[in-house]
């Protein structure tokens, strides 16, 4: 079995199994006990959470442990929209984003009155003038992605950085894609919120973490005084060990493993050449996300094909009982009546894929699609 989908999640590394086995091995006690068991467990939180932080190039105050990039998404969205009302009542976003962003400020919309804008992409991109023309006084947050999950595409994040130091308006990002892939320094871009999730870079699935410079904001869980009040309920200490090593690792590579994914995305492209398809992912992707149509193709038959080769691919969108949901990230590129929601798969690799997989699979793709 061949995995080639590494946007949806990908494998844990040896590094990180053993960190987690040792983690579980100390027996940690709840961390907010008193007692010495528990003073050893928020001891190793302490590492933990400093370790983050100095990957992030920020202190270990401003870093929240979470559920993952859902939760993330969800406490700094509803969070700070809540406390902040007052203020206004209108947030920013784009129609590209991941549904726990969309979903969430739909619920916004509907039970708070809050009003959204949608920043449509023109020609594939969210453009800045757009993003100036739809900041208003009553603006409170603008959230968008770092890089798309579906494509790869990046969005203009640090010139929205600057853009956004003239006005009041929170600055968060979604970052789940590229943390782990790219030297993250939030504080330098401008940024408020930035949700990670650990299991987009070969931690465990169940935790992520979401920066907060410093903003005010109201817990998504209430209960007890975890994480400096902002996040209730006893932290999975096995799951932080997991991800402050991954993140770690992915950091001591960071350089290697991009050249590499690059040199996997283009060794399939070249090997691809000689079968008619079009690309959905723009230039300024993240080489780890191939987003690629072939027309005339039908993706849920394609996706069947190559699963029963061996081969694990997605189309990004979701799938409901067999049949693949219709992309939002394409329709918003190309309209809703746009064959290439049904012509295109999305292939996601990692540093641990090797050439020969991506040319197995490039060649099996043209033993199922060409003449
Ligand atoms: N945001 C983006 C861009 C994602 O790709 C994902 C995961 O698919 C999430 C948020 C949600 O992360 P999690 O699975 O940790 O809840």
């Known amino acids: 079995m061949i995995y080639l989908d590494n946007a949806a999640t990908t494998p844990l590394t040896e590094s990180v199994i053993a960190e987690m086995t040792q983690a579980m091995t100390l027996q940690l006690a709840n961390p907010s006990s008193i007692h010495?068991?528990?003073?050893?467990?928020?001891?190793?939180?302490?590492?933990?959470?400093?370790?983050?932080?100095?990957?992030?190039?920020?202190?270990?105050?401003?870093?929240?442990?979470?559920?993952?990039?859902?939760?993330?998404?969800?406490?700094?969205?509803?969070g700070y929209a809540l406390a902040h009302q007052e203020k206004g009542k209108h947030i920013i976003t784009s129609a590209l984003e991941h549904h726990s962003v969309l979903h969430t400020l739909e619920y916004l919309e509907k039970h708070f009155g809050?009003?959204?804008?949608?920043?449509?992409?023109?020609?594939?991109?969210?453009?800045?003038?757009?993003?100036?023309?739809?900041?208003?006084?009553?603006?409170?947050?603008?959230?968008?992605?770092?890089?798309?999950?579906?494509?790869?595409?990046?969005?203009?994040?640090?010139?929205?950085?600057?853009?956004?130091?003239?006005?009041s308006a929170a600055f968060h990002v979604d970052a789940v894609q590229v943390a782990g892939k790219i030297l993250l320094e939030p504080e330098k871009l401008g940024i408020d919120f930035m949700s990670i999730s650990a299991h987009?870079?070969?931690?465990?699935?169940?935790?992520?973490?979401?920066?907060?410079?410093?903003?005010?904001?109201?817990?998504?869980?209430?209960?007890?005084?975890?994480?400096?009040?902002?996040?209730?309920?006893?932290?999975?200490?096995?799951?932080?060990?997991?991800?402050?090593?991954?993140?770690?690792?992915?950091?001591?590579?960071?350089?290697?493993?991009?050249?590499?994914?690059?040199?996997?995305?283009?060794?399939?492209?070249?090997?691809?050449?000689?079968?008619?398809f079009y690309l959905n992912s723009k230039a300024k992707a993240i080489p780890h996300v191939l987003n690629i149509g072939f027309p005339g193709a039908n993706n849920g038959v394609l996706l069947t094909q190559l699963d029963l080769q061996g081969y694990s691919v997605s189309t990004g969108s979701a799938c409901t009982a067999g049949t693949v949901d219709p992309s939002h990230v394409l329709a918003a590129k190309y309209g809703d009546d746009s064959p290439k929601l049904q012509e295109s798969i999305r292939i996601s690799f990692?540093?641990?894929?090797?050439?020969?997989?991506?040319?197995?699979?490039?060649?099996?793709?043209?033993?199922?699609?060409?003449d």
């Open 200 to 276: 987009k870079f070969h931690g465990p699935k169940g935790v992520g973490i979401l920066y907060n410079n410093r903003m005010l904001f109201d817990p998504l869980l209430h209960g007890g005084e975890q994480e400096d009040k902002h996040r209730a309920s006893t932290e999975n200490l096995i799951g932080i060990a997991g991800m402050t090593k991954a993140l770690a690792d992915s950091h001591d590579h960071l350089d290697e493993n991009w050249n590499k994914v690059t040199r996997l995305n283009q060794a399939f492209l070249e090997q691809l050449s000689g079968l008619d």
């Open 350 to 370: 990692s540093e641990l894929n090797t050439e020969e997989e991506v040319i197995g699979l490039a060649n099996l793709l043209k033993s199922l699609l060409g």
């Open 114 to 167: 809050f009003e959204v804008t949608y920043l449509q992409p023109v020609n594939g991109d969210i453009r800045l003038e757009d993003l100036r023309a739809a900041l208003r006084e009553d603006t409170i947050l603008v959230s968008l992605m770092y890089a798309n999950n579906e494509t790869g595409d990046m969005l203009p994040i640090a010139k929205v950085g600057d853009l956004l130091k003239d006005h």
């Open 36 to 78: 010495t068991h528990g003073r050893l467990a928020s001891q190793k939180l302490r590492e933990y959470r400093q370790t983050v932080a100095s990957l992030l190039s920020t202190t270990p105050n401003n870093i929240i442990f979470t559920s993952g990039g859902t939760e993330s998404n969800n406490t700094a969205l509803k």
